[in-house]
């Protein structure tokens, strides 16, 4: 069911709301952001030549680089009185990025949430323990307001506490988790350690976001806990979490919310759009951000854009479920590799956990990757096959022979409770 008549609305009047919406973004940002003000100057472009939403091209990229160097509020569009709240998205170098929110925006946010919600099957009548982060990060506040827009009741347990968060479950019967994916599969293997069956515990949805979740993760995830998993996705600079979501229906994409978030797919070399259906990165331009409106943001994300209406019935442009950023390549002796390609290629294997990391060194000049991969728990596979497959696996998709694989006994690469897992380590 859709939150809201809009979500399935037709494209005609999808596209002439975004075209007006453009306008006044457009303007607002000349007016009020001294740093597009100049960008678009530069280009010859004011905001009157805005005549559809087509002619979104013609303006200037925003980049995490812009962020940084307008920090903190540089980028800001209205005065402190009207700033209601401020987020952070810290990378692992250098300044956070700042980003603010006016009363509006702060509704906006719930509204796309709740919507993200509603589509992934969760209702008022619903428990929501919310196992994101509260505080700077967007995760926690934001699928907070979204539930509480929605109706539904809200466990606000934010990260970490994984024992609790079990016994909290089952004691207020939850029906929706959200959480990352990876703490999704620790959340498993603490019920376990406590003596619960995963698949037992009352959550049937759970939401999960912030970090690439392949295939074979997410047979994983709802495999071991008996739920239906939802990809939801958001990033701070844009508005935080209910950029898009899946819908329970098809779960087949991310419905983009339209109507406040224009996306387009570029070629990430030059920059140039791809057509729909074509693999680039994702750029966004908030149509409805009063606080930090962001025109073409290269967000580093790789999908696809997918137009054909959904059989859930909404008509919102569908993104692929991402599971590579244009940052992450790895090159390696010269050949071209992505963390999730290996991911993709080995964790379907009988007898391999979900659980891995890459090592990157430099020695004698040469670059040396050495891949570590759990062996699941409940395995009666021989080590040496699961090895041989992977080896094979890996030479035969990828043309790829790590320099070192090493499989690990269960349990033993260290979880993350809190926060974003890392995966890659580059000690070059
Ligand atoms: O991670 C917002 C969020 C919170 C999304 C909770 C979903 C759930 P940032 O910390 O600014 O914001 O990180 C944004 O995380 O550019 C992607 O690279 C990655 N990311 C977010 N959602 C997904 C997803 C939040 N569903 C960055 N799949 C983004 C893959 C995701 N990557």
Redesign the pocket.
């Known amino acids: 069911m859709v939150y809201k008549p809009v979500e399935a609305a037709d494209r005609e009047e999808i596209r002439e709301r975004q075209t007006a919406l453009l306008q006044e973004t457009v303007e607002r940002a000349y007016e009020n952001v001294p740093f597009y003000r100049e960008a678009l100057d530069e280009r010859g472009v004011s905001p009157s030549d805005i005549d559809g939403v087509e002619d979104v091209t013609r303006l200037p990229m925003t980049t995490k680089e812009d962020f940084r160097a307008e920090y903190p509020d540089g980028l800001f569009a209205v005065d402190d009185e009207a700033v209601r709240r401020i987020h952070a ?1 810290s990378g692992t170098t250098g300044k956070p990025k700042i980003v603010s929110y006016t009363d509006d925006d702060i509704d906006v946010w719930s509204e796309v949430v709740a919507r993200s919600l509603a589509a992934s099957g969760a209702g008022a009548s619903d428990t929501v323990q919310n196992a ?1 982060g509260y505080g700077l ?3 926690g506040l ?2 907070h307001y979204g539930a509480e827009e929605l109706g539904a009741t809200v466990i606000p347990i934010g990260s970490g506490q994984t024992q609790r968060q079990v016994e909290l479950m089952i004691d207020l019967d939850s029906d929706v988790f959200t959480c990352t994916p990876s703490y999704a599969l620790y959340l498993a293997e603490t019920a376990e350690e406590m003596g619960h069956d995963p698949a037992d515990l009352p959550i049937s949805t759970i939401i ?6 392949t295939d074979p993760m997410r047979v994983e995830i709802e495999a071991r806990l008996g739920v239906e998993g939802i ?7 844009i508005i ?2 209910g950029v898009s979501c899946e819908c329970r229906e098809a779960q087949d994409g991310l419905h983009i919310w339209e109507d406040h978030f224009y996306p387009e797919v570029v070629d990430p070399q030059t920059g140039e759009p791809l057509e729909a259906g074509e693999e680039g990165e994702l750029v966004i331009t908030t149509l409805t951000k009063e606080a930090l409106p962001v025109l073409r943001y290269r ?3 790789l999908t696809t854009l997918e137009y054909e209406e959904c059989a859930c019935g909404r008509t919102m442009v569908r993104m692929d ?3 590579g ?1 244009t940052d992450d390549l790895l090159i390696v002796r010269g050949v071209n590799l992505y963390p999730s390609e290996i991911e993709h290629t080995v964790l379907d294997i009988d007898g391999v956990a979900p659980h891995y990391r890459i090592d990157l060194y430099e020695e004698e000049n040469l670059d040396v990757l050495e891949l570590t991969i759990e062996l699941a728990a409940d395995s009666e596979r021989d080590p040496e096959a699961v090895e041989t497959e992977i080896r094979t696996r890996l030479k035969n998709v990828l043309a790829f022979t790590p320099d070192e694989l090493e499989l690990v006994e269960p349990g033993s690469i260290g979880r993350t409770e809190v926060g974003k897992v890392q995966r890659v380590f580059d000690h070059r």
């Open positions: 998205s994101y990060f967007t995760g934001g699928l999960f976001g912030a970090e690439p979740c990809d939801i996705y958001g990033l701070s600079e935080g979490p967000t580093g994300d479920n991402v599971t950023r």
